[in-house]
């Protein structure tokens, strides 16, 4: 075999070591930086807002941010095909409601574009369901997105004592929703929780 054979080989041998150095040094880099990663995909726009307004109504800032992920994935102007406004998805029936318990006299559905508004709104909703379900996440959640009544009706109808488990949610999309707010919810808390934020 000649020379040129080996130098040849040689350089194909230096080439992968090279390459398997630097996916090690990249998959290393990632390791030690991957809750900045995942702050990137789960980003707290607006945590000022969400923190204020949970202390204020006594919820969970993480909770709320995780709401409003999935509710309108934070885009203040975000409209549902049932007409829910802003980040958190009100309806302008309820956000009329508790606007009247805020002290915003001058409501207009208009308002739940404002993301202050908005979230004040829907954190004092949340902690109107807070007391009603007992502290119950799953009920509350479900009532929230499935609507108050039909949780009652579903807790009336269930003979095991109550709806504690998500699947017994007749509501498919409810399921879902809940399942969603959850784990951004777990992911939201692990990023943020011990001075992450």
């Known amino acids: 075999m000649s020379a040129a054979y080996y130098r040849k080989k040689k350089k194909k041998v230096y080439a992968r070591r090279r390459a398997l150095l ?3 040094l990249l998959l290393l880099v990632a390791l030690l930086n991957a809750d900045n990663i995942w ?13 204020k307004y949970a202390t204020v109504h006594n919820q969970d800032t993480y909770l709320l941010s995780a709401m409003i992920k999935a509710e309108s994935n934070f885009q203040p102007r ?10 958190m998805q009100i309806m302008p029936e309820t956000g009329q ?19 202050e508004i908005n979230i004040n709104i829907g954190a004092c909703y949340l902690a109107g ?4 379900f007992n502290g119950n996440v799953i009920l509350m959640l479900a009532a929230y997105n499935g609507g108050i009544g039909n949780v009652m009706e579903w807790i009336a109808a269930d ?7 998500i ?14 707010v ?4 777990q992911i939201y808390t692990r990023l943020y929780s011990q001075g992450g934020s």
């Open 78 to 87: 975000a409209v549902s095909e049932k007409g829910a406004r802003g980040l």
């Open 167 to 180: 699947d017994q949610i007749p509501f498919p999309e409810t399921r879902h929703y809940i399942k969603k």
């Open 39 to 51: 702050r990137f995909f789960y980003p707290l726009p607006y945590h000022d807002l969400t923190l």
């Open 22 to 24: 630097a996916i090690t």
């Open 97 to 115: 409601s508790v606007a009247g318990q805020l002290g915003y006299p001058d409501f207009s559905a208009d308002l739940l574009f404002i993301p």
């Open 129 to 132: 369901l807070d007391d009603e």
């Open 182 to 185: 959850l784990k951004y919810h």
């Open 159 to 165: 003979k095991s004592g109550g709806i504690n488990e």
